[in-house]
């Protein structure tokens, strides 16, 4: 089964972006960055999701990544869904989701102090959801979940990251961002599987020390 192990995001000042990665510990190994001189703007065609327990930690990790350096998307609120959650444009270009399924302000973790991390999401805006769930599913991924034509989720397996695919224009909608957008996708993904470049040339690197 197709696992990814890590993210690796691309950046011109690769040092500066890992020291803001790196104060989100509660992400460990999941997400790496590293040098990427290739044009860029716009958005990048990728969100990250990250999962918590409870509407403090979304607080907690949103302000702490302004503090950081990244810039307000979407300021922490309820979500219609039933949810709570947060976005963020990184110091690197990223756009990051911080959410939890619950709602409640009063529901903290056990450890409020210990920010935790459930989950992290890459999500990728594609053209054809279709097309590109058919070229994973050739790759070795195993569908967890599917909406049609609209989502695509796959089996994490024994990977870190879990992988979705979105329409690319609904995907910055549902972030809140311009899907306007050209160049690099400043974008690596590390898996147990070899190194290939999908439909819409998001690149895939063979887990070895240099990935």
């Given at each position: 089964m197709l696992s990814?192990?890590r993210i690796s995001?691309?950046a011109p000042?690769?040092d500066?972006a890992?020291?803001?990665y ?5 992400l ?11 044009p860029?703007a716009g958005?990048?065609?990728f969100?990250l999701?990250l999962?918590v327990p409870?509407p403090?930690?979304v ?5 702490g ?10 300021e922490?609120?309820?979500?219609f ?12 270009g990223a756009?990051?989701?911080?959410a ?6 009063a529901?903290?973790?056990?450890d ?7 989950r992290v999401?890459?999500l990728l ?6 097309r590109?769930k058919e070229f ?13 034509n609209k ?5 994490p397996g ?5 992988l979705?695919?979105?329409?690319r224009?609904g ?5 809140g ?6 160049g690099s ?8 599987g070899?190194a290939?470049?999908?439909?819409d040339?998001?690149?895939w690197?063979a887990?070895?020390?240099d990935?």
């Amino acid at each position: 089964m197709l696992s990814i192990h890590r993210i690796s995001l691309g950046a011109p000042e690769a040092d500066a972006a890992a020291a803001f990665y790196e104060a989100a510990p509660a992400l460990g190994d999941r997400v790496h960055v590293h040098q990427d001189q290739e044009p860029s703007a716009g958005f990048r065609g990728f969100t990250l999701g990250l999962d918590v327990p409870a509407p403090a930690h979304v607080d907690r990790l949103v302000a702490g990544a302004i503090r950081a350096g990244a810039a307000s998307v979407k300021e922490p609120s309820k979500q219609f869904w039933g949810g709570y959650s947060g976005v963020v444009r990184t110091p690197d270009g990223a756009i990051v989701k911080v959410a939890t399924t619950d709602r409640k302000k009063a529901a903290v973790h056990q450890d409020s102090e210990t920010l935790v991390i459930e989950r992290v999401v890459v999500l990728l805006g594609v053209e054809h959801v279709g097309r590109s769930k058919e070229f994973y599913l050739g790759s070795g991924a195993v569908v967890a979940k599917a909406y049609g034509n609209k989502y695509v989720e796959f089996e994490p397996g024994d990977g870190a990251v879990t992988l979705g695919l979105y329409k690319r224009a609904g995907l910055a909608k549902e972030f809140g961002v311009d899907p306007a957008g050209y160049g690099s996708h400043r974008l690596r993904v590390v898996s147990n599987g070899p190194a290939f470049t999908d439909p819409d040339g998001f690149l895939w690197a063979a887990d070895t020390p240099d990935a």
